[in-house]
């Protein structure tokens, strides 16, 4: 009873990204602008209809499945380590968020710096060494081998 | 023109030191990554993928052909040395090849499986060659419903056979033919999904969602699981063949190359199918049974690496010559097509006759190169296995951040880099396969279009749609494909009823 409850809410959840991406599907749809150029009887509609159908046919099955117990080989749902997870998620929307004002350098640096700390490293001197070899390598690297210059932020003149 | 004369064309264009350059780095960098553990090849060349902003088209389809058949070797390597296969493609190899290793046949499991990776990719360009001209010649009578029949087989079958469930597979094509429709509708310029934010416009561009899709994703999946310790490496020397490994090999070798080429070829075939096949029949075929499970066969090893390699061969050719990704690989280099603004399918042969077989004519000299660098190499690549976790995973999401932002440098291209790593995430820890994804974003507006252009022809009447032969046909194989659970079932049945029972089950990974 205990173990198969766990199974059965990650079964629901996702059976509710389906419906969350069916009815966004149908929302956008039908909330988007009367088309008077339609070219042909199969407009811009059509397709994102079918979609969603075909999302919503797939969660009501899911569903079926779920409450009948049925679930598929799965990759094993325990022993999830959040703590990792949400560090390297976060160190990137973290150099999302900074990179405008601090440049790729800073920002791509410190990405990978915190990055190295989530995935277990503790070498700190050593980390930050490779962190920096890495975010100034690629922005020369760019700047020079590719032409495409990325943006130097605060270090702007520096480098 | 004659196949082999611009074969010969090829060859001269891919012999500049420039391509001949850009090969060995994509071998090069291939056999690193197929070496270390958690790094694919579809993973490298997504991330390779921004470069083709800056590459010219050839070199940079040099490279990734050298990176997809450079990690079909690569692998064999960590599959032997460490029982860890760094790609699905490799989980049989790692049966026998690490029992041989243990048993201190490291050196000759690494050199059948090297050997067999160049005599099959070998054999598969040639079949390349060979097949390409009326493949594509074929394809190109195609109109907009037969198009749309066979695009419709490829996602059908796709998520059909691929996964742990059908359901999820078919919810994963969904998502991806979602994401795909991001952005103006090409034909009627109407905005769809994209919520009034000015970026969602233009669409989200293919490479970041590959890129998102498949390196933010194994990032995240790794750093999800970093509690599992990773295993130690087995020490190795130069790798080399007696006389008898070699006529134990080399039927392996040929027969593994038989099972490879065809399931590369068609959608949703893949690596995994082959490698098994070819296992399962060396096994029955094998003189020396005693060793499979033990100390580990020779013919486990050779049979499913050839296998592997012609696969990708296999691949390659549904690549260029229909258009169709049936590999994760080969999505992507179609994403690098798309990103180039050349559109793959049966035309590509004559529009972009040089490019095409330029490349192939380096699928040849990358096989060639990769049996040179790997022989005499192999104890510095297992090196490659004590470079630190951190930074390996670390480098992955740094890589992948550079390549998505250096497109536009936008800062919001890194947060949808994210969001779309987390669903990709989200949608492996709930046992969706990510290759649906893709084709739904990759071939889903291509789709659209010649549904719509079919309709249009045909003014509305739906019966266009299966109105030739082809079409028919077509149709008719996806419903097969479609009822196939229960036509399994019932042969089951049947062979229960005889006592004929297969002793091997599959265990097929996405």
Redesign the interface.
């Known amino acids: 009873m205990n173990r198969a409850r766990p199974g059965i809410r990650?079964?629901l959840?996702?059976v509710l990204?389906?419906v969350a991406?069916?009815g966004?599907?149908v929302w956008?749809?039908l909330t988007?602008?009367a088309?008077d150029?339609?070219?042909?009887?199969?407009?811009?509609q059509?397709?994102?209809l079918l979609?969603a159908g075909?999302?919503l046919l797939?969660?009501a099955?899911?569903t079926v499945?779920a409450l009948r117990g049925r679930r598929?080989?799965?990759?094993?749902?325990d022993?999830?380590?959040?703590r990792?997870?949400t560090?390297?998620?976060g160190?990137?929307?973290l150099?999302?968020?900074v990179?405008?004002v601090a440049g790729?350098v800073l920002a791509?640096g410190l990405?990978?710096y915190l990055?190295?700390?989530?995935?277990?490293?503790r070498h700190y001197v050593r980390?930050l060494v490779?962190a920096a070899v890495?975010a100034l390598g690629?922005f020369y690297l760019?700047y020079s081998?590719?032409?495409?210059?990325?943006?130097a932020g605060i270090l702007q003149g520096v480098l | 023109m004659d196949v082999w004369q611009q074969l010969a064309e090829g060859f001269a264009m891919a012999l500049t030191p420039t391509n001949l350059l850009y090969a060995a780095l994509g071998v090069l960098l291939g056999t690193a990554v197929g070496v270390l553990p958690g790094l694919g090849t579809s993973l490298t060349v997504a991330l390779l993928l921004p470069l083709t902003y800056a590459l010219d088209p050839t070199s940079a389809f040099i490279m990734f052909a050298g990176i997809y058949y450079g990690g079909a070797y690569g692998g064999s390597t960590t599959s032997i040395l460490l029982n860890t296969p760094g790609e699905s493609s490799t989980i049989v190899t790692a049966i026998e090849g690490n029992l041989m290793a243990k048993s201190g046949r490291a050196a000759q499991a690494l050199a059948t499986a090297a050997i067999g990776s160049f005599i099959a990719g070998t054999i598969g360009s040639l079949l390349l060659v060979v097949l390409a001209s009326p493949i594509a010649s074929l394809a190109i009578q195609m109109g907009a419903p037969e198009y749309l029949s066979v695009m419709v087989l490829a996602f059908v079958a796709v998520t059909a056979v691929l996964g742990a469930s059908r359901v999820r597979g078919f919810a994963a094509l969904g998502i991806g033919l979602m994401i795909g429709m991001v952005g103006l509708d090409p034909q009627s310029g109407q905005q769809r999904l994209t919520f009034g934010v000015p970026q969602l416009i233009d669409g989200l561009d293919i490479v970041l969602v590959a890129v998102a899709m498949f390196a933010i994703t194994e990032a995240l999946w790794v750093a999800s699981r970093l509690r599992t310790a990773p295993e130690e490496a087995i020490p190795v020397g130069r790798p080399w063949l007696s006389g008898r490994d070699l006529s134990r090999s080399w039927r392996p070798w040929l027969r593994g190359t038989v099972f490879g080429f065809p399931f590369g070829a068609i959608p949703a075939g893949g690596a995994e199918i082959p490698t098994f096949l070819s296992y399962v029949t060396e096994r029955k075929l094998s003189k020396h049974p005693e060793e499979f499970g033990t100390t580990g066969a020779i013919e486990g090893v050779a049979g499913p690496e050839a296998a592997n390699n012609s696969s990708a061969a296999g691949s390659v050719t549904s690549m260029l010559t229909l258009g169709l990704p049936t590999s994760a690989t080969t999505a992507v280099m179609l994403a690098a097509f798309t990103s180039y603004g050349i559109a793959p399918g049966p035309q590509l042969l004559q529009s972009e006759s040089e490019l095409v077989w330029t490349l192939i004519a380096s699928l040849f000299i990358g096989n060639a190169l990769l049996l040179l660098l790997n022989l005499p190499l192999a104890p510095a690549w297992a090196k490659l296995l004590r470079i630190p976790r951190p930074y390996l995973y670390a480098g992955i999401v740094f890589f992948a951040v550079l390549g998505a932002f250096s497109v536009n440098t936008q800062a919001i291209d890194i947060a949808l880099l994210a969001v779309i790593g987390v669903l990709g995430f989200v949608l492996r820890k709930f046992g969706f396969p990510i290759l649906p994804v893709m084709m739904g974003v990759i071939l889903g507006p291509e789709a659209e279009l010649q549904l719509r252009r079919a309709l249009q022809i045909s003014d509305g009447d739906v019966t266009t749609l299966v109105s030739s032969p082809m079409t028919i046909g077509v149709y008719l194989v996806i419903a097969v494909v479609i009822a196939w659970p229960l036509l399994r079932w019932l042969v089951g049945r049947v062979r229960r009823a005889t006592g004929d029972r297969p002793d091997v089950q599959g265990d097929r990974r996405s």
Request: charged share 15%; net charge negative.
């Open positions: 990650s079964d959840s996702v990204l389906l991406f069916g966004l599907l956008d749809t988007a602008p088309d150029m339609r070219r042909g009887p199969v407009g811009p059509t397709m994102p979609v075909v999302l797939c969660a099955v899911l499945e598929p080989r799965e990759s094993d749902v022993a999830t380590d959040w990792t997870w560090a390297v998620i160190a990137i929307l150099c999302a968020v990179i405008d790729w791509g990405m990978f990055c190295v700390y989530a995935f277990g490293s980390d490779v890495l690629s760019f081998g590719l032409g495409i210059e990325l943006p």
